[in-house]
């Protein structure tokens, strides 16, 4: 009954410890494709062909069910792999859709017309290729009317995260966030749009003040899933053991997959 983490490098981690400890009886694969991160400067079509590999891979280890924990795989593939690509016997989902639920007080599956939400200014933090793709703004426009959202393409920062360099992480959380804030000053609700970002939640809470929300995925993506295993448990998979698979090289990400969520996590070749 296992169930699929993908995402190209350890950003997902922080999405599979949320739903690891909402739901503790679920065994999780996690898939890191470390050796072509960062996907956040790759065109859509080379995120598509990499997405699919480690779906598959999920797959091939009894989970018919994968979150793409990865905003970029989900700005950039995940609606192409589901219109041509998804099986009907399996599923794959995105972590875009909780969030915005979220910003916009919305309950799961209310398609009920786009309205007024309290938000009115949004800061939007992501990849490159995420802020390219605009869908982050296109499932917005489906949910509230009247919401401006800047978007700061945070360059650099995921391959610092990936390579552990904290002091060059922290200086360029500090920069996105003053460029963005030279164009919208006074943002209510700020957005981690890439599921590495919350490993630096507190710089960029610091940086944007005390006055700005800032939503991270992690808690409302487990909440959303144990909506959906509640509603689908025939989606949990035939696998039965938890574990950690990487195309990189595994004693380098599991050291720091290990430093990253202060437990001891080894990963395997897949
Ligand atoms: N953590 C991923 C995301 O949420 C991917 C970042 C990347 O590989 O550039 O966008």
């Avoid at 997405?51 to 994968?66: F, K």
């Avoid at 007024?116 to 296109?138: C, I, Y």
Wanted: hydrophobic residues 45%; contains cysteine.
């Amino acid at each position: 009954m296992a169930v699929g983490i993908f995402d190209s490098g350890l950003g997902g981690l922080t999405v599979l410890d949320a739903v690891s400890r909402r739901l503790p009886d679920v065994p999780f694969v996690y898939f890191g494709d470390n050796a072509n991160a960062p996907y956040g400067v790759r065109d859509a079509e080379d995120i598509f062909a990499l997405t699919i590999q480690g779906v598959e891979r999920l797959w091939s280890a009894g989970c018919d069910l994968v979150i793409l924990a990865c905003n970029t795989a989900s700005a950039a593939a995940l609606r192409r792999m589901q219109e041509t690509w998804v099986p009907k016997e399996k599923r794959v989902l995105g972590v875009f859709v909780p969030l915005i639920e979220a910003l916009t007080e919305r309950q799961w599956g209310d398609n009920s017309p786009p309205r007024e939400v309290a938000v009115k200014h949004v800061a939007l933090f992501a990849t490159p290729a995420t802020v390219a793709s605009r869908a982050f703004q296109r499932e917005l426009a489906f949910r509230a009317v009247g919401v401006d959202v800047e978007a700061q393409p945070c360059g650099g920062l995921v391959d610092a995260i990936e390579a552990g360099d904290e002091i060059l992480a922290e200086a360029l959380v500090r920069s996105h966030v003053e460029a963005l804030l030279r164009r919208m000053p006074h943002p209510e609700a700020a957005i981690l749009g890439c599921t590495h970002y919350p490993l630096m939640e507190s710089t960029f809470q610091q940086s944007l003040g005390p006055g700005v929300t800032v939503y991270s995925q992690a808690e409302l993506v487990a909440e959303s899933l144990a909506h959906y295993l509640d509603r689908h448990p025939d989606m949990l998979g035939g696998g039965t053991a938890p574990g950690f698979l990487t195309t990189g090289d595994a004693q380098r990400v599991s050291d720091k997959a290990t430093q990253f969520l202060r437990r001891r996590i080894a990963f395997q070749s897949a």
